[in-house]
């Protein structure tokens, strides 16, 4: 659809000085779109010029607003040399063909040089105005939304989702010797940052099409990732989850809605809903239409296993959790290497749609119909020549609303009277093996229910998912961490592959059994929202996977570790082991009798499904065939010890690393939105961004402790940050880990500050019984000390209630004018890894926002090290995002990612390189106080 974008110059401040002379600066703006270069008149002699220029750029196709970002430069205007430049800003205008968005960007945006980072900032105004001309072969996807979390917002609900969509794009890396001496340093950063935003632009659009192909208008819980792969070129990857949702719309728009699904089509200058799919393409031919309906009913029917990026559900959403499920797969980049993208780009394709399909099959393999939670890695070695392909996810059955079943009505509301049922017999019923024990090919150790002691249940529940709101637990959660290093011979290409490829099995199997030592020393039986990360260096490879911790009193009380050890004690460090191994089997038993004992009380919770019920079970239950009578063969075993043999140093360093060092009073962390069974979110203090690289010997006999010990010195400098907050709580927390070289160690963590509060609010949406939970002796050192609680204001009450109350009308007009009347700054604007804000509710999504940005420095030493620049990097990188947001006039960037981050180093030249991409959805949100103003005035106005 051909369109026009107005930009308006208005005025620069604090730029930097370039004319030494003068002390000032002669400075213009060049507007770039393409081929199209526009030019401002020359401020001259002044460090905050006024321009107030207006300029045109016709667009013939919104495909090209889609790809390609705006790009507007400042330069500093000499006579006798060439012109010097300033900085760029880049304007990615997907956000301005959101159906939410206001229409424009407008506001302060810092400008920026990969030299020398912000210089001044630039106050501009973009507008898009389109023409009510529709093209039937459009090869855009405008209109279709993207959100980075699972929830679409409180004016928005899910009422289709049709499963995974995804996309990717191979291209020619323009920079992968960076240290070239014949580089030219600017010039190649900003070629590289332009690709990095057409790509992004590419991945979106392509996306988008494949989202309406399938009957749908939104992707949730999209996730972009960028692989860098040296001379085998630049691999761009999104994927997400294709849902239809509807918005908040007035009374007689919903007379005039029929039933079926509503596309989103461009007419005039507005972006306005149709009523039907059949409307995407206003002129389409019939021919077409055909295609596109056929293929949006028969696409649920092509794979029996539907797969969701979706992470948080509800307890009536999800019938049974199969278990998680991890497929992975080496591949030797040079097999895909082709001067021809598209060969590249097939071959690509191939293999994660090998893993995908494996992932389905283990689906299958519990029995179940989905697979949530899903997530794919791509890890490449230091040479590039290796890369390892994971894709992790969570097999369970879901309702109606997400299974195959959404075509037949009567088959949808009999599933969902079954989960409504199985809710009333058992609140945990999800817990339920959806199998008999007879039929499992493996030797499966399974336990009756301990709420309806009628249905199996596994020992331990591993899952990639947030835990579902309504769940039923006891105590309070805690951050799961574990760790493992191993050795790898060196070698080049396939020998290369080989060794990786042997490798990763005895790393699987070990990541998995600390995790299950881990979770039987704290007295816990399940692991929720479980992330994997794996590094690859030249003589070693290292991995961590990270989860929240807690109690399901459904489940069996896990069995006490004993430690059985053969080796003799010779010196110190045998006793100082020895002493650790008794403190891990007396906290292990100490944790599993509080947590049985408390096992046995009755527990409450907001907005559960159902309740325990001591009826005798229906007739059409007892003949169901994938279920059947609670197998009690293995109650004998919940007593006995689990039995760790210690014969060799290796098993010491893996058992030595067991005992974590305990949280101080007041301070938690957590990678959940909330962390259970905690105290309720308060309010939002700060979000944390920390990269660190750090040195290590590889040559060292214990070296999953030195690795661990890396991890206990950076949170404790962490909690040391945030001591003055407590009590708080590290939720969303993050962490990824790369290999420079074999040995440099490089994190990066980011988390989000959350204070805490005694009162009770609609914040946690799972309550449990208090258990305390057992910690280390207190011989062992916290990783802080205590500290004592400052007072905070308490918290206002929940208004949910009173905006359910509105009609649609009323909603309708609460939207429009809280944006008319918010009005945020970037200073203002917050930054999270969660998709809400405590004590605040969403108001408005102006859709998903990503930025791409290198920095480049040949004066490191002198800034204050390799940790100063990054610090320098992110903290301008947080700013641009400001203003970003304030710009669509959002006072929230909510589920804040780091898709990617690229950091190099040559010592010799005191040069340092850094690439950072970030990403978030961009919304207005406003606290309880502030909404309940608004509502009451609403409220009082007769409708």
Not at 467 to 485: D, M, N, S, V, W
Not at 649 to 675: K, Q, R, W, Y
Not at 793 to 802: A, D, G, H, N, Q
């Amino acid at each position: 659809m051909p369109c026009t974008i107005k930009v308006r110059i208005i005025e620069g401040r604090n730029l930097p000085v370039m004319d030494r002379s003068s002390d000032l600066t002669d400075a213009y703006v060049e507007i770039r779109w393409l081929e199209s270069i526009k030019k401002t008149e020359i401020c001259r002699k002044t460090l905050n010029p006024i321009w107030n220029e207006d300029f045109r750029v016709d667009v013939p196709s919104d495909s090209d607003l889609q790809d390609n970002p705006l790009r507007l430069k400042v330069w500093d205007h000499d006579v006798v040399s060439a012109d010097d430049v300033i900085g760029s800003i880049y304007v990615d205008l997907n956000c301005l063909l959101n159906p939410n968005s206001r229409g424009q960007l407008s506001g302060w945006f810092p400008i920026f040089d990969s030299l020398r980072g912000c210089r001044g900032e630039l106050n501009i105004v973009i507008k898009i105005e389109f023409f009510g001309d529709a093209n039937e072969f459009k090869d855009a996807s405008t209109g279709v939304q993207f959100f980075s979390s699972s929830n679409p917002g409180i004016f928005h609900t899910i009422e289709e989702s049709q499963g995974l969509v995804e996309y990717l794009v191979v291209k020619s890396d323009p920079e992968y010797h960076w240290v070239d001496n014949f580089r030219a340093s600017r010039i190649s950063n900003e070629q590289r940052q332009f690709l990095f935003y057409n790509l992004s632009g590419k991945l979106r659009r392509q996306i988008g099409k494949r989202a309406l192909e399938m009957g749908g208008n939104a992707v949730l819980n999209y996730h972009q990732y960028f692989d860098l792969e040296g001379e085998n070129g630049l691999v761009a990857r999104g994927y997400g989850t294709c849902c239809f949702i509807s918005s908040v719309q007035s009374k007689n728009e919903e007379k005039d809605n029929v039933v079926g699904r509503k596309a989103i089509s461009t007419s005039n200058s507005q972006l306005a809903k149709s009523n039907s799919l059949e409307m995407i393409i206003p002129s389409i031919t019939p021919e077409i239409k055909d295609t596109i309906l056929k293929t949006s009913l028969s696409n649920s029917s092509a794979n029996s296993v539907k797969m969701f990026t979706l992470n948080g559900f509800e307890m009536k959403q999800i019938e049974r959790i199969g278990g998680m499920v991890i497929a992975r797969s080496v591949k030797l980049l040079r097999d895909s290497k082709s001067s021809n993208s598209k060969i590249a780009k097939k071959i690509r394709n191939e293999w994660w749609q090998e893993l995908r399909e494996e992932i389905r099959a283990h689906a299958k393999f519990f029995g179940c119909d989905s697979v949530i939670g899903y997530y794919e890695l791509n890890t490449t070695d230091i040479e590039k020549e290796v890369c390892v392909l994971t894709a992790v996810g969570t097999a369970a059955t879901l309702s109606s609303n997400y299974s195959n079943l959404r075509g037949s009505s009567e088959e949808s509301l009999e599933k969902d009277e079954k989960i409504r049922k199985k809710a009333q017999q058992c609140s945990s019923y999800f817990c339920h093996i959806p199998r008999k024990q007879k039929k499992s090919p493996y030797n499966m150790k399974f336990s009756p229910c301990n709420v309806c002691k009628r249905r199996n249940v596994p020992e331990i529940l591993l899952t990639t998912i947030e835990p579902p709101e309504g769940i039923q637990i006891t105590g309070k959660g805690i951050f799961l961490e574990a760790r493992f290093c191993k050795e790898k011979k060196k070698g080049q290409g396939e020998a290369n592959a080989i060794g990786i490829s042997e490798s990763l099995p005895f790393i699987e199997y070990n990541l998995h059994r600390q995790l299950m030592y881990k979770l039987r020393v704290m007295g816990m039986n399940a692991a929720f929202r479980i992330r994997m990360q794996l590094a690859i260096g030249d003589s070693l490879i290292v991995a961590i996977a990270t989860a929240t911790a807690f109690f399901l009193p459904a489940l069996p009380s896990p069995q006490p570790l004993q430690i059985n050890r053969s080796l003799d004690v010779v010196d110190e460090k045998d006793k100082q082991l020895l002493d650790i191994q008794h403190r891990i089997v007396n906290l292990s038993k100490q944790n599993q009798q509080n947590f049985q004992n408390a096992s046995t009380n009755e527990y409450y919770l907001e907005g559960k499904v159902g309740s325990v019920s001591s009826d005798a079970p229906s007739l059409e239950d007892k003949l169901e065939e994938d279920e059947g009578e609670a197998d009690s063969l293995n109650e004998e075993d919940q007593n006995t010890a689990f039995v760790v043999e210690v014969d060799d140093s290796m098993d010491e360093d893996i058992m030595a690393v067991l005992l974590e060092p305990p949280f101080p009073s007041g301070l938690s962390f957590c990678n959940t939105e909330i962390l259970p069974g905690g105290a309720p979110l308060k309010s939002n203090a700060q979000m944390i961004t920390a990269i660190r690289r750090v040195g290590w010997s590889v040559n060292s006999r214990k070296l999953n402790q030195q690795f661990s010990s890396i991890f206990h010195n950076l949170y404790s400098s962490i909690l040391f940050k945030v001591r003055a907050l407590t009590p708080c709580c590290l939720c969303a927390f993050s962490v990824d880990v790369h290999l420079p070289s074999d040995d440099e160690l490089e994190i990066t963590l980011n988390a989000m500050v959350v204070l805490e509060s005694n009162e009770e609010n609609s914040f946690n949406p799972h309550k449990s019984s208090e258990i305390p939970l057992s910690s280390s002796p207190d011989s062992y050192d916290e990783l802080q000390f205590s500290m004592e609680s400052p007072s905070f204001p308490s918290t206002s009450k929940s208004i949910v209630r009173k905006m359910s109350s509105l009609n649609t009308i009323q909603l309708q007009e609460l939207k429009e004018e809280l944006q008319q009347e918010v009005k945020p700054s970037a200073k203002s604007v917050e930054l999270t890894p969660m998709n809400f804000i405590p004590g605040a509710h969403i108001v408005k999504y102006f859709g998903r926002i990503h930025l791409h940005l290198i920095k480049e420095s040949f004066t490191v030493k002198e800034q204050g090290g390799l940790g100063a620049f990054t610090h320098i990097f992110v903290n301008e990188l947080h700013a641009l995002a400001r203003s970003h947001v304030a710009a669509l006039g959002g006072n929230a960037l909510l589920s804040f990612r780091i898709d990617e981050c690229t950091i190099m180093e040559n010592a010799s030249k005191n040069q340092s390189y850094c690439l950072l991409s970030i990403s978030g959805d961009a919304a207005l949100v406003l606290t309880s106080v502030e909404l309940q103003i608004h509502l009451e005035n609403l409220q009082s106005v007769p409708t």
